[in-house]
């Protein structure tokens, strides 16, 4: 690892405390950071360096996945770390921030390598990014960095011109968007189960494939962050990101294209059609593992007459000749039944029709477990023996040892600082999401689709398993098959 002065812009927060300490200090116990590394802190408060370190000290003691107790590695940890207390908005701080920077390369014999890394709200982005510039900060020997967290736009509009602020100061080379579910390990694991498994390899196309399902469920609310999320949503929070790059993930196929032409190939929505193919839900008083929870327009925060969705399913296609005429069903929502995020592929029966009842078997499934645990697992079909011999469907698990796997904040800080970009969102698969996004966000905006509740701790709302009872699927794992029969139309449930 080169040596790298890192200047991180609220350092005081909350994104910081309970994730990027950790993450740092993770690097460091694993031998992942250069000796020469020094970490310069900024934030409007008043805080001294010894205060500061106090409470990166602190941070590691609450939120580390490691035992916080070897004191002399902690002391040598957070030795690295100096604040700087700065008003993003004055260009004048810039300028000071630069001479502590100096100083610090001076004292360190460091390279000026610099890594910016922009912890702080994103009405800040594009004014820190000229500022850096502006300042000289951008213009060391040593190359430089910036990590940007999200949200990245509010919509396509507000994307492109935070982009184009962004493409004044740093090379698109040189930006790091983070998207911490591609941290994520199972998610970083998902590329070598394709590109080294020829038998999977085979099957991934929609020769075998029926329908896949990507769910990300959440049981906590909007927590904190009711300012923020209630002019968000989980189409922004988490649809337009998190849940499109695991759709890029999944659908590059081993490779044979490319993220970008995965997004470029999804068909698009037209405003006046996203009624047919997206469900909107907000979620009402309901309970969670036994106790009470409230409705989300009963939150601390949130506007008492808020239409905001907390609850996205979407059916959409990728129109390529591997997954043309498949669907995918990507579903996410807040103050559900379990927090999971996992793929479930459902593979085609070709014989269905000529089982006896005796004989009839479910559809092969392979289930990727991202989080909270990390898994693989087939589901078969076996004959069950102490069971009249009737055919079951059985598990196939493969179920990784987690203990000791580095956490998403750890993968891409290293990547980051080693230049590799592979873990991180693009401007062009970002500019592509927002496109496709965008006619939901206006549906949503013109009232055109109908906002269906759901009771806290459920699995949202009933249009979403019309939604997929539509094409005769339902969700794996949790709901019961809508029969067609019964089916009643989504809007009436709005
Ligand atoms: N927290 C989380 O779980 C997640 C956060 N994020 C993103 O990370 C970023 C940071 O979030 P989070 O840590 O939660 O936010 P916080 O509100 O907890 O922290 C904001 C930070 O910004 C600093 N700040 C605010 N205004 C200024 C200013 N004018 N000049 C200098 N510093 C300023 C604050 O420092 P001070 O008050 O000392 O000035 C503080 O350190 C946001 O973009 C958020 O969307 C993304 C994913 C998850
Ligand atoms: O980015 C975000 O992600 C979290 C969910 O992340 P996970 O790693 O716990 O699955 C979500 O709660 C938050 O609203 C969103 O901003």
Same mark, same amino acid.
């Given at each position: 690892?080169?040596?790298?002065?890192?200047?991180?812009?609220?350092?005081?927060?909350?994104?910081?405390?309970?994730?990027?300490?950790?993450?740092?200090?993770?690097?460091?116990?694993?031998?992942?950071?250069?000796?020469?590394?020094?970490? #310069?802190?900024?934030?409007?408060?008043?805080?001294?360096?010894?205060?500061?370190?106090? &409470?990166?000290?602190?941070?590691?003691?609450?939120?580390?996945?490691?035992?916080?107790?070897?004191?002399?590695?902690?002391?040598?940890?957070?030795?690295?770390?100096?604040?700087? %207390?700065?008003?993003?908005?004055?260009?004048?701080?810039?300028?000071?921030?630069?001479?502590?920077?100096?100083?610090?390369?001076?004292?360190?014999?460091?390279?000026?390598?610099?890594?910016?890394?922009?912890?702080?709200?994103?009405?800040?982005?594009?004014?820190?990014?000229?500022?850096?510039?502006?300042?000289?900060?951008?213009?060391?020997?040593?190359?430089?960095?910036?990590?940007?967290?999200?949200?990245?736009?509010?919509?396509?509009?507000?994307?492109?011109?935070?982009?184009?602020?962004?493409?004044?100061?740093?090379?698109?080379?040189?930006?790091?968007?983070?998207?911490?579910?591609?941290?994520?390990?199972?998610?970083?694991?998902?590329?070598?189960?394709?590109?080294?498994?020829?038998?999977?390899?085979?099957?991934?196309?929609?020769?075998?494939?029926?329908?896949?399902?990507?769910?990300?469920?959440?049981?906590?609310?909007?927590?904190?962050?009711?300012?923020?999320?209630?002019?968000?949503?989980? #189409?922004?929070?988490?649809?337009?990101?998190?849940?499109? &790059?695991?759709?890029?993930?999944?659908?590059? +196929?081993?490779?044979?294209?490319?993220?970008?032409?995965?997004?470029?190939? %999804?068909?698009?929505?037209?405003?006046?059609?996203?009624?047919?193919?997206?469900?909107?839900?907000?979620?009402?008083?309901?309970?969670?593992?036994?106790?009470?929870?409230?409705?989300?327009?009963?939150?601390?925060? #949130?506007?008492?007459?808020?239409?905001?969705?907390?609850?996205?399913?979407?059916?959409?296609?990728?129109?390529?000749?591997?997954?043309?005429?498949?669907?995918?069903?990507?579903?996410?929502?807040? =103050?559900?039944?379990?927090?999971?995020?996992?793929?479930?592929?459902?593979?085609?029966?070709?014989?269905?029709?000529?089982?006896?009842?005796?004989?009839?078997?479910?559809?092969?499934?392979?289930?990727?477990?991202?989080?909270?645990?990390?898994? %693989?697992?087939?589901? #078969?079909?076996?004959?069950?023996?102490? +069971?009249?011999?009737?055919?079951?469907?059985?598990?196939?698990?493969? @179920?990784?040892? &987690?203990?000791?796997?580095?956490?998403?904040?750890? +993968?891409?800080?290293?990547?980051?600082?080693?230049?590799?970009?592979?873990?991180?969102?693009?401007?062009?698969?970002?500019?592509?999401?927002?496109?496709?996004?965008?006619?939901?966000?206006?549906?949503?905006?013109?009232?055109?689709?109908?906002?269906? @509740?759901?009771?806290?701790?459920?699995?949202?709302?009933?249009?979403?398993?019309?939604?997929?009872?539509?094409?005769?699927? @339902?969700?794996?794992?949790?709901?019961?098959?809508?029969?067609?029969? &019964? =089916?009643?139309?989504?809007?009436?449930?709005?």
């Amino acid at each position: 690892m080169e040596a790298t002065t890192f200047v991180l812009f609220g350092a005081t927060g909350d994104l910081a405390k309970r994730k990027i300490y950790p993450a740092l200090y993770n690097l460091f116990l694993d031998h992942k950071l250069s000796k020469s590394f020094t970490i #310069i802190g900024l934030g409007r408060r008043e805080w001294s360096d010894e205060a500061f370190q106090a &409470q990166v000290e602190q941070s590691l003691h609450t939120f580390s996945r490691r035992s916080a107790d070897d004191s002399a590695s902690i002391k040598a940890f957070i030795k690295a770390f100096r604040y700087s %207390v700065m008003d993003v908005e004055r260009i004048e701080d810039y300028h000071k921030l630069l001479q502590v920077v100096e100083q610090r390369e001076q004292e360190l014999h460091l390279p000026g390598n610099r890594m910016f890394y922009l912890s702080v709200g994103p009405e800040f982005f594009g004014k820190i990014a000229a500022s850096i510039q502006e300042s000289g900060l951008g213009s060391a020997k040593g190359w430089k960095r910036l990590i940007i967290e999200k949200p990245f736009g509010h919509d396509l509009k507000s994307a492109q011109e935070l982009n184009q602020e962004l493409g004044k100061a740093f090379k698109e080379e040189e930006i790091f968007r983070i998207d911490h579910y591609l941290g994520k390990p199972m998610v970083q694991k998902l590329d070598v189960l394709e590109q080294s498994n020829p038998a999977l390899q085979d099957i991934w196309t929609n020769q075998y494939i029926a329908n896949v399902q990507i769910t990300a469920s959440e049981t906590v609310g909007v927590e904190e962050r009711a300012g923020y999320y209630d002019h968000v949503g989980a #189409i922004r929070d988490m649809f337009q990101n998190h849940m499109l &790059q695991l759709l890029m993930t999944l659908g590059k +196929n081993d490779g044979r294209i490319s993220k970008r032409q995965v997004m470029e190939s %999804v068909e698009p929505l037209l405003k006046e059609n996203v009624v047919n193919d997206v469900v909107r839900g907000q979620y009402t008083a309901g309970s969670i593992q036994g106790k009470p929870a409230a409705g989300y327009k009963d939150e601390p925060g #949130i506007d008492p007459c808020s239409t905001n969705d907390t609850f996205v399913a979407v059916r959409l296609r990728i129109d390529d000749v591997f997954w043309r005429d498949i669907p995918i069903y990507i579903r996410t929502g807040k =103050r559900m039944k379990e927090k999971s995020t996992r793929i479930v592929i459902e593979f085609k029966q070709p014989f269905k029709r000529s089982y006896s009842a005796q004989e009839r078997t479910a559809p092969n499934l392979l289930i990727f477990e991202i989080s909270p645990n990390e898994g %693989v697992t087939l589901q #078969i079909n076996h004959k069950d023996l102490p +069971n009249k011999g009737v055919t079951s469907t059985i598990p196939v698990d493969l @179920h990784f040892n &987690q203990s000791g796997e580095p956490e998403a904040y750890e +993968n891409l800080i290293y990547d980051a600082l080693q230049g590799d970009p592979t873990f991180f969102a693009h401007w062009d698969e970002v500019e592509l999401a927002w496109k496709w996004v965008q006619p939901i966000l206006e549906a949503f905006e013109e009232d055109l689709v109908p906002l269906h @509740h759901y009771p806290a701790g459920t699995y949202g709302p009933d249009a979403s398993d019309l939604l997929l009872a539509e094409d005769g699927n @339902h969700w794996w794992f949790d709901s019961k098959p809508v029969p067609l029969a &019964q =089916r009643i139309p989504r809007e009436a449930y709005a």
